[in-house]
């Protein structure tokens, strides 16, 4: 098996004689993080409930290494009656005993789950409960975890707590294959992307662009004049303002990292507070 510790070979998958995968092979080796991408249908979900084992190829099989456990992050989750807390409580003491409890309590503070931990989850909203999957999942410390859709229904800050996380334990040396239409969080932690397109594995060429390159993410609360402050932004930064989103209160910026001292300063002398602030390497 070399270096991998999950190996795919030729899976074939069909529902009601229909080929959803075709011939699909893959490896993924400890620490590497891979992305699988591709429109709506085209069978991510599919292959990443084969590779963890949730569901039968049709063909082909599917090998992990002795000892490697793992994780799926699926992308909906069932609103049973129990409330977060109670749900937690007993995910943690089945997967990882009185192993420190301290993390949990992180993670509720850094997911900003606190206030919701009495609500039964049948009531909580999509993204919180993506929250909680993902929480359960990072508790466990698995060796491998597949995500489906991680980022969906979640708020920005709570994206970001997620991609660094990930990124840490990526470091430590877990393995993630991971399914996503927000090509950020590919961007940032995929060593390689792969499209599934008519059933096949199509080495990622149409989503890798080149070179990386390093960027700065700031997250910054809106004050007045947004509209006025967004074309000197535009005017004074040009080219090196790679792109702006709004997040209700909060726009997204994205920038060479060269320029963002001077963001900083601009942000600073106009009193609109950057909530956040990150570098991150990009495919360009
Ligand atoms: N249990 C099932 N029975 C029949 N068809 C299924 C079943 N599960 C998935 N499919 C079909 O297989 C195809 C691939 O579905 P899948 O959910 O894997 O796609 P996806 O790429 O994850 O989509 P999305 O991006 O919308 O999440 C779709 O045409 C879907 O309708």
Redesign the pocket.
Known sequence: MNNSILEAKNVSKK??G?T?LQDISLSAGKGEAIGLV??????????L?ILSGLSNPSSGQVSCSPGIRMALIP?RYEKINMTLQKFMDHMYRMETDRENRDEMGRYFREFHLESMLDTPMKYLSKGTLQKAGVIQALLGRRELLFL??PLSGQDTLSQMTLIQELKKRKAAGMTLIM?C?ETYLIEELADRIYE?KDGHLEDGISYVYGIRRKKAILLVKYGEDSGQIKERLEKQFGESLYGMTDYGSLCRLEADVQIAEELFRFFGEIKWHIVRYEEAEELC
């Open positions: 529902y009601e229909k959803v591709g429109v709506n249908g085209c069978g991510k979900s599919t292959l409930r992308d489906d859709e399914a239409h599934i």
